[in-house]
């Protein structure tokens, strides 16, 4: 070794450097923390030769810094994070801690609040004795008579005729008004924070309804009535499902009924050609089906929650076909399923790699055109993002943007609010942390549990003890096409657009610098859902609050899926739709649902009809691909990407 070099020692860490903690958590590589120069040792050296004496003053020596300070802060954090993970797999990604502080604040509140303990008293003796009246009335009248309480709504569990016959109108009167007097106990206690009021809510009314009557085979009476009318085959049926579900659930195969739904064979078939791909994206161009197409190319952004081919599915109803059909240039961003290796892409890389990249890739194709850009979900924020920054930045490629379902404020964001805090995110990031991503299965767990009585104990009851399949559609195969969310990149969105509401605040940053909504000047086009769980509609609506130029907003029947997913042909549908021009004034939902018309039929028409409005006059299409500007075609459609599992 040459003679004033440090010493170092060749010695790496196991596991690589968590780049997303501060930076005082992160430990050093060993090999920076056992340097020395030949002075310093023997200045160590000649330290430790000095050794105190019995009545002589012990000499002065320089104090030695710790060996490695941040080796073990990294070590305990490795252990409380692999701890946080391994606790993950048995409550399904929701942090104990999270929960028991707000049945904490629930609990110590009630019990600090005798009126409210007296008024809750006074309701279960109400409500007891407005269920024994009940009972009464219906022994005098041969078990059938009106109920005291109704379900909610939303609620089809209790619908049949058979549940008005005694013994079972007992059993669920005296569940919903059980469920009733719950409500009302964990709500309205004064001193509870909003957040924390909403979880108790929801987690109660969660336990309750796994002892619903209508879950049980000796408490339903449809099922005891299916079960008689066909000898028990029902429970046989049942039982062989539950098996088929179990084996393909252990060997990790998708539902059954999706094998009859192959991408690129009877799904995501429209014809066309990846022309770029990159480490995030494939970017498919679609093959014209019209003579002529017009001048104005349509970018679609997808979420990368989902695959992208949501948008085009089987010919019928697919939304890419619908748009080259009509005689529109359609390119479509397919997201790749990112894997341990992509653990620290994060928003920004999806804002560069993803929505620019491909707006490069379109531009190059068609020099000359503006671009009609869309985004979907998560994808559509992604896209407000990036035109608030080309806005910022003076580029002015872009035509008009679309929105589907898709926020840009994320104060009222639904039951979703209900897993977002400090604690919940903190347990969130360990548990990405151990593998580098959010698996597809927990995910969707957390998005079943909001609609438990749908997706859930209903789908339990009717494949495993009425014994009926529900026939898989293009949809639903789709759904079970889950892909993974990298884990910098979700802990970016949970924290900045979830927890702390950065876009609409105006704190976003987008390349080093923030980003406003209110700088976009293009039109938008806005499609909400009236039954989206995912993205409320009145959250979607508060895009008029953070934009300024004209904004055309549509809600339209339906779920976050269903309700983007609406073919013509579907005549189920209906939707309300009105424009608010450049500097008009602003009117809250209430409002604008009493003024907007009702129209009957699919959104994507009236769609179609704004974008026809705000392009050129069509000519011939454009070539697949630009050679020459280093976007040659790659592969057929639907490419590799979508592929992956």
């Known amino acids: 070794m040459t003679t004033g070099e440090p010493e170092t020692h060749a010695l790496t860490p196991a596991a690589p450097v968590d780049a997303t903690l501060p930076p005082r958590a992160r430990a050093p590589s060993i090999s920076t923390t056992m340097q020395a120069t030949p002075k310093e040792k023997a200045g160590r050296q000649a330290q430790q030769s000095i050794a105190p004496f019995p009545g002589r003053a012990r000499p002065l020596r320089r104090r030695e810094p710790e060996e490695d300070p941040f080796a073990t802060t990294a070590f305990s954090e490795a252990i409380d994070r692999s701890l946080h993970a391994s606790f993950a797999y048995f409550t399904a990604g929701i942090s104990p801690a ?21 008024e809750l008293a006074v309701k279960a003796a109400r409500k007891g004795a407005r269920f024994a009246h009940y009972a009464w009335r219906c022994a005098f009248e041969g078990g059938a008579c009106e109920p005291c309480i109704e379900p909610l709504p939303q609620d089809h569990r209790f619908v049949g005729e058979a549940w008005r016959r005694w013994p079972y109108n007992l059993l669920y009167q005296g ?11 964990t709500t309205s206690v004064r001193g509870v924070t909003t957040q924390h009021e909403n979880v108790v809510d929801f987690m109660s009314r969660q336990m309750l309804d796994t002892v619903s009557p209508f879950n049980y085979l000796l408490t339903n009476p449809e099922l005891i009535e299916q079960t008689l009318r066909q000898g028990g ?16 659930a252990i060997n990790g195969e998708k539902p059954v009924g999706a094998e009859d739904f192959e991408v690129g064979k009877n799904i995501a078939v429209t014809p066309g050609k990846v022309v770029y791909r990159n480490r995030l ?7 014209p089906t019209t003579e002529k197409t017009r001048p104005e190319p349509v970018l679609i952004v997808p979420a990368w929650i989902m695959k992208y081919y949501i948008l085009d599915l089987s010919p019928e109803n697919s939304l890419v076909k619908y748009l080259v059909d009509q005689g529109f240039t359609v390119f479509m961003i397919s997201w790749k399923n990112p894997d341990p290796q992509d653990r620290d892409l994060g928003m920004e890389d999806y804002r560069k790699l993803g929505v620019m990249a491909a707006l490069d890739a379109v531009t190059a194709i068609l020099p000359e055109s503006k671009v009609h850009t869309v985004g979907y979900c998560l994808g559509g924020t992604l896209l407000s993002i990036a ?9 002015e490629r872009l035509g008009s943007m679309t929105l589907l379902a898709a926020q840009t404020d994320f104060n009222e964001a639904g039951e979703l609010m209900l897993f977002i805090n400090e604690s919940q995110i903190a347990f969130l990031e360990d548990m990405m942390w151990e593998k580098g991503y959010l698996d597809a299965k927990q995910m969707a767990g957390a998005f079943q549990l909001l609609r438990s009585n749908d997706l859930i104990w209903s789908k339990l009851v009717r494949e495993y003890l009425m014994g009926e399949r529900q026939k898989m559609s293009d949809l639903t195969a789709w759904n079970a096409d889950a892909t993974r969310m990298p884990y910098r990149m979700h802990s970016e969105y949970l924290r900045r657009l979830f927890l702390l509401d950065e876009l609409a605040e105006g704190h976003y940053l987008a390349g080093g610098n923030p980003v406003a909504l209110t700088d976009i000047r293009i039109p938008i086009f806005v499609v909400a859902t009236t039954r989206d769980h995912v993205a409320p509609w009145r959250s979607v609506f508060k895009i008029h609050l953070l934009t300024e130029g004209e904004v055309t907003f549509l809600l339209t029947s339906g779920g976050h899926n269903v309700g983007i997913v609406s073919p013509p042909t579907r005549d189920i549908a209906s939707y309300q739709v009105a424009t608010r021009e450049l500097g008009g004034n602003y009117h809250d939902p209430d409002a604008w649902t009493a003024a907007a018309p009702k129209k009957p039929g699919s959104w994507w028409p009236e769609w179609l009809h704004w974008l026809e ?3 050129g006059q069509a000519s011939a299409p454009p070539a697949m691909g630009a050679a020459d500007e280093g976007y040659a075609p790659l592969a057929d459609a639907p490419g590799f990407y979508v592929l992956q599992q």
């Open 98 to 118: 999270a929960l028991g502080s707000a049945y904490l604040d629930w609990a110590t509140h009630l019990a600090a609040s005798p009126g409210k303990q007296a």
């Open 175 to 185: 569940f919903l008004l059980q469920q009733q007097w719950w409500h009302n106990a």
């Open 233 to 248: 085959w029902n429970l046989v049926r049942g039982a062989h499902n539950f098996l088929e579900d179990w084996t393909h």
């Open 281 to 287: 994206i494939e970017l498919i161009q679609y093959a």
């Open 387 to 395: 035109a608030a920054a080309m806005a910022r930045d003076g580029d």
């Open 613 to 615: 409005a705000r392009s």
